[in-house]
C-alpha cells in the first residue's frame, strides 16, 4: 500500500537539513535525507571538535545585531527560535549545557557527538531515512538527479529543503557546486567569514608561531572584540580576528590595542617610569605586563617606533595580505538571494525550500551561525511541510 503522506526531501545532513527533516517529520511527511559525505553532520561534529558553541545567551536586540543587515524572514526565524530555544532543544536531546563568561553556550560535554547521536536517534524514530553518499546534480524533468555508489538516481518528491552549505570546508561536503543549478543572478558570489588573515611574517616572528595573543582588544570599522587570537606560520587565526572578518573586508583598517583597560595617559605613565640599563622589551614586560608575543607583534607592525610610544601601544595597525582562502573559512558570505524567496521558499520554484548558509547572510563565530542554521532549518521544514499538506 502506497504511504499516504506528503514525500519530502532534504540535501544536506547539517544542522539546518536535520532540522528541517525534523520538522517536517513531526508534521507527518515521509521525510528521506540526501547527503554527498559518506556520513552526516560532518562539519557540525568538526565544529564540535572546539567545545559546539550552539548559540550565545544575550538579550535579543543584540544577539540580532550580529548578523547585521538582517533580511525580515531570518529576523523572524532567529525570534522563533531564539538562544533560549536552542538551550532547550540541546537539553531535551539529553544533553544538558552551559553559559561560559562570554555568554557563549556549550554542551556540558563540550562535544558535537554525544548531541548529534541523540538527534539522529530522534529523527529514525519520527522514520526520517537516510541516504549516504548522494551527490545532487540538479533536476531532470522535475525530478531530483543523484549520483551515487550504485550509479544515477532520479527522485520525485512533494517538496524538498535544500540545504547544501556555503562555499567553504569543501573536504567536510560545503563546496558552493550548487550554485551551478540555479541562474548566475540568483546567488551573490561567495566571500570569506569567520576565515584567517594572511600575514608575511619577518624571520623573528617563528618563534612565536603557535602563540596565543590573550587580554588585547581588536577594532575595525567601529566594530570591538576582545577576542583571543593565534600567531600562526600564514598570519592571525582565532575567534578575535574572526569576529572582524565582516569589517576588514569592508575595507576597515585592523587596529590592535595591547592595553584596552589602560588610557593612553596611563600608559605614557607607565612608560615614562626610568628604564634604565634595561632593554625596551623587559621594560614594556615589566611596566606594562606586555608578554613576548605581544612585544613581537609591536615590534613587527610599529617599527621604527615614535617617540611617544603609547598611541601606537593602543592603536597598532594591523597590516596584513587579506583573507585566508576561501576554503579555510569557517564559513561564507554570500549566497542565493532573499529577495528571491518567498519566506524560504524559491518564489519561481514552488515547493523548492532553502536553509543555513545557502542563504545570503553572514553571522559571526560565537553561537550566530550554529543558532542560525537551526532557525532557518526549523522555519524552513515548517514551510515545506505546510506546503505539501495544505497547498
Not at 519561481?348 to 536553509?355: I, K, N, S, T
Request: glycine share 12%; proline share 6%; charged share 20%.
Amino acid at each position: 500500500m502506497a504511504d499516504p503522506r506528503p514525500n519530502m526531501v532534504v540535501i544536506g545532513a547539517g544542522p539546518a537539513g536535520l532540522m528541517a527533516a525534523h520538522e517536517m517529520a513531526k508534521a507527518g511527511c515521509a521525510v528521506r535525507v540526501m547527503d554527498a559525505m559518506p556520513s552526516v553532520g560532518r562539519k557540525f561534529l568538526m565544529a564540535g571538535k572546539s567545545g559546539l558553541n550552539l548559540t550565545k545567551n544575550e538579550p535579543m536586540d543584540r544577539f540580532l545585531s550580529a548578523y547585521g543587515k538582517c533580511p525580515d524572514v531570518l529576523q523572524t526565524a532567529l525570534r522563533e527560535f531564539d538562544p533560549e530555544a536552542v538551550m532547550h532543544w540541546a537539553t531535551d536531546l539529553g544533553q544538558e549545557v552551559f553559559t561560559g563568561s562570554t555568554k557563549r553556550v556549550f554542551p556540558k560535554s563540550m562535544k558535537a557527538s554525544p548531541l548529534l547521536r541523540s538527534w539522529m536517534a530522534q529523527l529514525v524514530n519520527l522514520g526520517v531515512t537516510f541516504h549516504t553518499r548522494w551527490v545532487w546534480q540538479g533536476w531532470d524533468a522535475g525530478a531530483l538527479v543523484f549520483d551515487t555508489a550504485e550509479g544515477p538516481q532520479t527522485v520525485t518528491c512533494d517538496g524538498v529543503v535544500l540545504a547544501l552549505g556555503g562555499g567553504s570546508w569543501a573536504r567536510l561536503g560545503s563546496n558552493g557546486a550548487w550554485v551551478q543549478h540555479f541562474p548566475r543572478d540568483n546567488v551573490q558570489p561567495f566571500l570569506p567569514s569567520n576565515v584567517g588573515l594572511n600575514l608575511r611574517w619577518s624571520d623573528h616572528m617563528q618563534r612565536h608561531f603557535g602563540q596565543p595573543i590573550k587580554g588585547c582588544s581588536l577594532s575595525a570599522g567601529g566594530e570591538t572584540t576582545r577576542g583571543e587570537f593565534v600567531i600562526s606560520k600564514s598570519g592571525l587565526e582565532g575567534g578575535g580576528i574572526y569576529m572582524m572578518t565582516r569589517a576588514v573586508r569592508a575595507g576597515h583598517d585592523l587596529v590592535l590595542d595591547l592595553c584596552p583597560d589602560l588610557s593612553v595617559k596611563d600608559v605614557q605613565q607607565k612608560l615614562a617610569r626610568p628604564q634604565g640599563k634595561t632593554s625596551l622589551a623587559n621594560h614594556l614586560r615589566r611596566c606594562l605586563k606586555l608578554t613576548p608575543a605581544q612585544i613581537a607583534l609591536l615590534n613587527e607592525f610599529g617599527r621604527p617606533f615614535p617617540a611617544n610610544l603609547a598611541p601606537l601601544i593602543k592603536a597598532l595597525p594591523l597590516q596584513h595580505a587579506g583573507f585566508a582562502p576561501l576554503d579555510h573559512a569557517i564559513s561564507t558570505a554570500g549566497g542565493f538571494r532573499f529577495d528571491l524567496l518567498d519566506g524560504f521558499m524559491i518564489r519561481d520554484q514552488p515547493g523548492v525550500f532553502l536553509a543555513g548558509e545557502m542563504l545570503n547572510w553572514d553571522a559571526p563565530t560565537g553561537g550566530y551561525l550554529i543558532n542560525g542554521c537551526l532557525a532557518t532549518g526549523r522555519m524552513a521544514g515548517r514551510q515545506a511541510a505546510d506546503f505539501a499538506l495544505n497547498g
